[in-house]
């Protein structure tokens, strides 16, 4: 009895000097947090920075899906790096780089470019399709952009762009208001896949859409903006109530 009663004792001896083996309070030997500018994992970068507009893994979600090969195809590394950083002014699309107000580094901002690009583009997805141009080369044609949208668009979106049983309106004030030029353009050409909406090629079965044609529906949309957005009332009725 003596004997076992010593073994306890012991062992409760060598637990408690264990637990004395680094002074109380200090670090146990756990790794260090990495400070938010030396975060280097695209991963980790894409889900606390991108991820809440383009969605998880790059699926879509209130902005377009970044993970779309047909978008990837078409962008230049140059003009994606330079959303990022700067972002698009007057839309929700916010800069990230530091040195226009944001809080990524340079390396960060390519480490995320350069991984959108090497994890969801895919080789040879637009290969003898002869694609338009990430960025209209000519100034568009409103009237003529009617015409295309009522050839391409119409079908789903309705006349006039306010909706139709198979597409959203894109004529709404607000929704204008957020998107620029250059993304309405995207949207044309990429399509978004996510939402059910084809690229510039599945509009009209075996009638893509041409270069000039895109940039004068952009054009026609462009013009349907409005000063003040979501306002129903105007100014004098707002002073009667």
């Keep these: 009895m003596k004997r076992f009663q010593y073994l306890c004792a012991s062992a409760v001896l060598s637990?408690?000097?264990?637990?004395?083996?680094?002074?109380?309070?200090?670090?146990?030997?756990d790794p260090e947090a990495v400070a938010p500018s030396q975060v280097s994992d695209f991963a980790t970068l894409y889900s606390q920075n991108c991820a809440g507009c383009h969605g998880a893994q790059g699926r879509g979600g209130a902005a377009i899906a970044l993970a779309n090969p047909v978008y990837l195809d078409i962008v230049d590394e140059?003009?994606?790096?330079?959303?990022?950083?700067?972002?698009?002014?007057?839309t929700s699309m916010s800069a990230f780089d530091q040195s226009a107000g944001g809080m990524l580094t340079d390396k960060q901002i390519?480490?995320?470019?350069?991984?959108?690009?090497?994890?969801?583009s895919r080789k040879g997805i637009l290969d003898g399709s002869n694609p338009p141009s990430y960025a209209a080369n000519t100034a568009g044609n409103a009237g003529h952009g009617e015409l295309v949208y009522r050839t391409y668009c119409a079908f789903c979106h309705g006349q006039g762009g306010q909706g139709g049983p198979k597409g959203s309106a894109i004529t709404n004030d607000s929704f204008l208001a957020l998107v620029s030029d250059q993304e309405l353009?995207?949207?044309?050409?990429?399509?978004?896949?996510?939402?059910?909406?084809?690229?510039?090629?599945?509009?009209?079965?075996?009638?893509?859409?041409?270069?000039?044609?895109?940039?004068?529906?952009?054009?026609?949309?462009?013009?349907?903006?409005?000063?003040?957005?979501?306002?129903?009332?105007?100014?004098?009725?707002?002073?009667?109530?």
């Design 15 to 29: 637990l408690l000097l264990s637990g004395c083996s680094s002074p109380h309070g200090q670090p146990q030997g």
């Design 78 to 90: 140059a003009s994606m790096r330079k959303v990022i950083a700067n972002g698009i002014h007057g």
């Design 110 to 120: 390519h480490v995320i470019t350069s991984g959108i690009l090497s994890n969801w």
């Design 185 to 241: 353009r995207t949207i044309v050409i990429a399509g978004r896949p996510e939402l059910g909406a084809p690229d510039w090629r599945g509009n009209v079965p075996g009638k893509p859409m041409t270069n000039l044609e895109i940039t004068d529906v952009v054009a026609w949309l462009a013009s349907r903006r409005v000063q003040n957005p979501g306002q129903p009332y105007s100014a004098s009725n707002y002073a009667q109530h």
